[in-house]
């Protein structure tokens, strides 16, 4: 099976400042598209404690043979010691939008 060329990759920040700088710096990086920053409030054990909080969430949009790059970007310059960065591949999309993620997105190629 061959493996899907786009990817969605979430991550979340706790304050919208740190979002638009992660946004920005992936950007002119050139390791995405597009990144949608979404208000959240997330509820998760940590520590052994239940924990509640208002974040923000990146939804990045990027080619596969980018997130590698784009993961050590995140670990990098992320606030949280243990960020979740998860990659959601795509199966499908329109033609044109799909185009211009290859375009964005200049590989090392």
Known sequence: MKVPEYLIVHTTV????KAEFLARTILEARLAACIQIVPIHSFY???????SADEYRLEIKTRTDRYDALQALLLR???????????????????????WVDGECLSER
Not at 77 to 99: C, K, M, Q, W
Request: zero cysteines.
């Open 77 to 99: 310059h992320h606030p949280y010691d243990t960020p979740e960065i998860l990659a959601i591949h795509v199966v499908g999309g329109s033609e044109g939008y799909l185009r």
């Open 45 to 51: 054990r940590w520590e052994g404690a239940l924990e």
């Open 14 to 17: 706790d304050e919208r400042a």
